[in-house]
């Protein structure tokens, strides 16, 4: 052990991450008080931070796309990704505690430096990915709230993300910020859900899986923005964040990784069941964000159009932030500039996310929609490399000790590795076949 720390302090911004491994082992040879409610609350974080950045425009647009096209039907995708996801979330928690340094540090320590690179310049390329659907989204939630155009609201809400990042202090008041963010888009979607009143005995028979015709793309999508392995990855790096230990393994399981993912999932079912409730009220197809507001406006009135547009400006606003900061991140830490949010080389790649979402929404704006969900498609193709690592780190038992992963979360394991690789060759053989 003694020769293992004195290799990863070593590592460029590995000190702090050495520092802050002491103080969890003090902590966790102290005795366990009992929690307070506040202590609870100040568990809470990394996950949802994790669920923020998988609800983005992207996960709206093809949820509602799956409500209009396949009424009910999908709705068992969601369900399917949620509980992989929290299996592969409770993964990342787990190498946050346990690793002495960051994940992409400890990654090209095992498993060779080449390795972290990929992974790191892998997750880069998936934010790359979402920042497109983040802009797009944000140039229409705004746009459907305030008018103008949604070009114009598009640069104004990347600029406003810019300035929040710039904060000294860049992933706690991202963490704050999202926590907010995420109660406000539940509550605004539930109550876009009340007033479309969905056939709840349907939407619980789309729970049983079925594949209609037509639906392989929209299925690939939805998993890619619900079952978001890189975002899973990320959680790690919040747990370093707060310094977590051992001792807080179970209550950050309860407090903050289960209800941190399933608020994502829970949403994203609600708008599936919105859009094709709509269409079965109203008769038109809401194939886009636009014309579900737009339909929606005579079945709940302006009120509950701006409601669904608040939600998804919401989703938009806290996705391009969580995204932004965590390829921005990764990628520093791969390269060996540092593992926290507020490293000059993170920030710094944290602004190309950002500028690079902006200048593709500029150049293509007759198919925003569109591009947004084969944007969300493509991250498909590299979650299989960022799910076999979680998996292979967190069976390390020199490395995970007690935290080392057990049968059942190895077997949820195997079925998501297997679906995410299944879904890419699918993918493949379906936009070159």
């Known amino acids: 052990m003694r020769e293992q720390q004195n290799k990863t302090i070593t590592h460029p911004g590995a000190r702090e991450d050495q520092m802050a491994t002491q103080q969890e082992h003090q902590a966790e040879g102290s005795t366990k008080k009992r929690r307070t409610f506040l202590g609870y609350l100040a568990l809470m974080g990394p996950a949802f ?38 299996f592969f979330t409770d993964m990342s928690v787990r190498l946050g505690i346990a690793t002495p340094v960051s994940l992409i540090t400890s990654i090209k320590e095992h498993l060779g430096k080449w390795v972290g690179l990929l992974a790191g310049f892998g997750v880069f390329g998936i934010t790359l990915m979402f920042s497109v659907g983040n802009a797009v989204g944000s140039g229409l939630g705004l746009s459907l709230i305030f008018g103008g155009s949604p070009v114009l609201w598009t640069v104004v809400c990347t600029i406003a993300v ?11 008041i991202v963490e704050k910020a999202l926590l907010v963010i995420v109660v406000l888009m539940g509550l605004a979607f539930i109550a876009s859900t009340v007033v479309a009143q969905p056939d709840w005995y349907r939407s619980m028979a789309g729970m049983v899986p079925s594949l209609p015709a037509g639906s392989e793309i929209l299925i690939v999508a939805l998993v890619g923005t619900n079952f978001s392995i890189n975002a899973a990855f990320y959680t790690s790096y919040g747990i370093k964040e707060h310094r977590r230990t051992r001792a807080d393994y179970k209550d950050i399981t309860l407090v903050d990784t289960i209800p941190g993912i ?55 606003f806290s996705s391009m932030i969580a995204n932004a900061t965590a390829g921005g ?39 925003p929609v569109g591009l947004i969900v084969i944007a969300q498609s493509l991250t498909v193709l590299i979650a299989p ?11 390390k038992t ?22 995410i690789i299944a879904l890419s060759i699918r993918l493949i053989t379906t936009l070159f076949g």
């Open 329 to 367: 991140t990764m990628l520093s830490d791969a390269i060996g500039r540092g593992s926290k949010a507020g490293s000059p080389a993170a920030r710094i790649f944290t602004g190309m996310i950002l500028a690079f979402g902006l200048i593709i929404t500029l150049s293509f704006q007759s198919s």
């Open 398 to 419: 020199a490395l995970m000790g007690d935290l080392r992963n057990k049968w059942w979360h190895n077997l949820f394991g195997a079925i998501g590795l297997l679906a």
């Open 385 to 395: 490399l960022l799910g076999v690592l979680i998996v292979t780190m967190a069976n």
């Open 162 to 172: 810019g300035i929040v990042l710039a904060f000294k202090n860049v992933y706690g």
């Open 49 to 86: 931070v994790v669920g923020a950045w998988q609800f983005g425009p992207g996960n709206l647009t093809t949820a509602v796309q799956a409500g209009s096209r396949f009424d009910y039907t999908l709705v068992w995708v969601i369900a399917v990704s949620t509980i992989l996801m929290i």
């Open 262 to 316: 399933v608020a994502p999932g829970i949403m994203t079912a609600l708008v599936i069941m919105v859009a094709a409730a709509v269409l079965g009220k109203t008769g038109a197809e809401a194939g886009t964000i636009n014309a579900l507001a737009s339909v929606f406006t005579p079945l709940a009135g302006p009120t509950g159009a701006m409601v669904f547009a608040l939600g998804l400006s919401g989703a938009a």
